[in-house]
């Protein structure tokens, strides 16, 4: 087992430094000179052109990318432009923030996602199961920020029963959490559902039955541990795919952690934060995987071998 997390890690290299380059080279053919909206359109040209030169940017692309994720191995990430701060110090400000968001977003896609499926499918054809799958329909179809927008003006303006802004208390997580987990749980109902459709109709299921098992026990004990393996791998992604999501339902509920530092940075051009915040997900992100796919062998002890022989 450790063997194959350590051959895991490894491969996580590349497909970090594919991504840092990617967003490196977006960064540079995007229009705008961070220089110029460091100092102000009013800037003289000496400034501008000495200001260039000592943030290297005079040098060519190949020599700028080397020389950010040599210092970035060494968990330099650069000052930012624009307010002048270590990068690092910038992120770990924001990440409680969106590991919140992340966190309880994820936990309400599970804990109503994999009930939910599991009613539907062992009450498959009747209105609980028709139901299910036309709010899953709508929550997969429903833009995150139109639904965020819906929930600010029914729950905050109208109703007032929660604040649409902040990250004060645990109400200013409720709506985001919300809104973030809406497709995933959509998603989540629409796997458990099927995979549990799949097992149920197996031969042990039958013969638990014939033994006069009780349908508590076949459900949970039997079905559910079996029907888990791909919902865990759709949780895994999911938590990934919320970690990006977030970006979005921080600007929509003005909440300061990583997505609207990146929107921020984005518009000033401020090269290192963006680096190192997509850099800083797509690591949490890789992490994510590797935990589900460690998982697999506790959940299903049939693949602990091939994990072991990897």
Do not use: C
């Amino acid at each position: 087992m450790l063997r194959y997390i350590a051959k895991r890690i490894l491969m996580m290299i590349p497909v970090i430094l594919g991504i840092s380059l990617i967003v490196f080279s977006i960064i540079e053919l995007s229009p705008g000179d961070p220089v110029s909206l460091m100092l102000g359109d009013g800037a003289s040209a000496q400034a501008v052109a000495e200001l260039r030169e000592q943030m290297g940017l005079n040098d060519n692309f190949f020599v700028r990318y080397a020389r950010y994720i040599g210092h970035a191995v060494t968990g330099d990430f650069g000052i930012s432009y624009r307010n002048k701060v270590q990068v690092v110090n910038e992120i770990a400000s924001r990440f409680p923030t969106t590991l919140t968001l992340t966190f309880w977003g994820v936990a309400i896609s599970v804990l109503i996602g994999i009930p939910v499926g599991v009613i539907s499918a062992i009450r498959q054809y009747t209105f609980i199961d028709a139901a299910s799958l036309f709010s899953a329909l709508i929550l997969t179809s429903m833009p995150a920020f139109w639904l965020g927008l819906l929930l600010i003006l029914l729950f905050s303006l109208k109703l007032g029963l929660l604040p649409a802004t902040g990250v004060a208390t645990m109400q200013h997580f409720l709506m985001p959490s919300v809104t973030l987990a809406a497709a995933s749980m959509a998603t989540i109902i629409r796997m458990t559902r099927s995979t549990m459709l799949e097992v149920i109709r197996q031969d042990y299921i039958r013969t638990a039955k014939a033994k006069g098992a009780s349908a508590f026990r076949i459900v949970y004990k039997h079905a559910l541990r079996n029907a888990l393996l791909p919902v865990v791998t759709v949780i895994g992604l999911n938590f990934g795919t919320q970690l990006g999501g977030a970006i979005v339902i921080e600007s929509v509920f003005a909440m300061p952690g990583i997505g609207t530092l990146m929107v921020a940075a984005v518009r000033t051009k401020d090269t290192p934060i963006v680096m190192a915040a997509v850099l800083f997900v797509a690591l949490l992100a890789s992490i994510t995987n590797l935990i589900v796919d460690v998982l697999y062998a506790y959940i299903d002890p049939r693949l602990k071998s091939q994990f072991v022989k990897k």
